[in-house]
């Protein structure tokens, strides 16, 4: 049984889980959208939506928090005043997952996680 047991494994280790999660989440704060499939859409979405909600609050704790997650402070500056002004007024809900298409070789699902308002 798997009592207390969170997450999705994604066939990979805790650390290149971890490492494919940081790289997800940062192209996701560069263009404002990434496509994959809906498992590590899934996964990641709730650590967007809290880095999200934290560079909204935009304070020096919530700065270090950020940074924690992407170790560049020029980076983290920037998810901070992109969000700040393009998601005034919202206080959570700040992602979305649309299914696009069914990949042929394997027939996973591809979905998109967008955010509701473009980031600037």
Known sequence: ????????????????????????????????FITSTEAKLKSILNNAEKITGLALKGGINEIKEINKTFADDKFTAEIVTKIQSSLIGRTSNFLKIQRVKVRQGDNALISKLSFYKDLK
């Open 1 to 32: 049984m798997r009592h207390r047991i969170l997450g999705r494994q994604l066939n990979r280790t805790a650390k290149l889980r971890w490492s494919l999660f940081r790289s997800m989440l940062r192209s996701l704060f560069t263009y404002g």
